[in-house]
């Protein structure tokens, strides 16, 4: 079946540090991606997203290419800050279906 | 973007009990989702909740133990029945908009003593 795994974290920059959380999926056809963010005490919010091969999602200075021969969607961010500390979520869902697959999380903290 | 809403944001029951937890969103959606994040775990998907028929469930979770309702197309409920600590969770609806994004709320945080 269908699956997202991520890198393990915790992981901690320090604040204007570059920022990559690996992401890669398995899954038959062209599923769509998406990067959820969770911070301290708050639901999920989604923060970025690409629906096929070679798209860009964007957002908040975070960035994550569709990649379909390497089967991955990497979060980058080129200077962190503090306020990006929160559980980021790699998921996917399948062309056809409604149900997110997430990854595991991982917790990104950033000192000052 | 949307708005949704979830009540209580948190509870801490006593086992044996049951616990419904509301959720209300902004806009009419034909499909709303409840997921489970037990701690520090992902979430993985409880039930689809669409309106006017049956949830229809994720394997591993039964309607016994986790009754859905769905009475309009802005409302869900979950219900957590004869609670154990193992149900001691975060729970999150979601609805879907426009296809393909789904929008969450806040969560419930249950704890089960």
């Known amino acids: 079946g269908d699956s997202v795994t991520q890198m393990e974290g915790p992981v901690t920059l320090s604040e204007e540090a570059f920022l990559t959380i690996n992401c890669t999926y398995t899954a038959t056809g062209y599923p769509s991606l998406f990067w959820y963010v969770q911070y301290p005490g708050e639901g999920l919010q989604l923060l970025l997203k690409?629906?096929?091969?070679?798209d860009k999602g964007s957002n908040k200075g975070f960035e994550a290419t569709y990649r379909k021969e390497t089967t991955s969607f990497h979060l980058e961010k080129g200077s962190v800050q503090v306020s990006d500390s929160a559980v980021y979520f790699c998921a996917l869902r399948h062309q056809g279906a409604q149900k997110l697959v997430f990854g595991q999380g991982t917790r990104l903290t950033i000192n000052p | 973007s949307a708005v949704i809403s979830q009540k209580p944001s948190r509870d801490i029951c006593q086992r044996g009990t049951s616990l419904t937890i509301q959720c209300q969103v902004d806009s009419q959606v034909t499909m709303m989702f409840w997921y489970r994040q037990q701690p520090g775990q992902s979430l993985t998907l409880i039930a689809t909740a669409n309106q006017g028929s049956e949830a229809t469930y994720e394997s591993g979770f039964v309607i016994d133990k986790f009754p859905i309702s769905r009475p309009n197309l802005t409302f869900s409920t979950l219900t957590v029945s004869n609670m154990s600590p193992e149900d001691s969770s975060i729970y999150l609806c979601?609805?879907?908009?426009?296809?393909?994004?789904?929008?969450f709320g806040p969560g419930t945080r249950l704890t089960v003593l």
């Open positions: 979601s609805e879907e908009i426009a296809g393909s994004v789904q929008f």
């Open positions: 690409a629906t096929k091969a070679d």
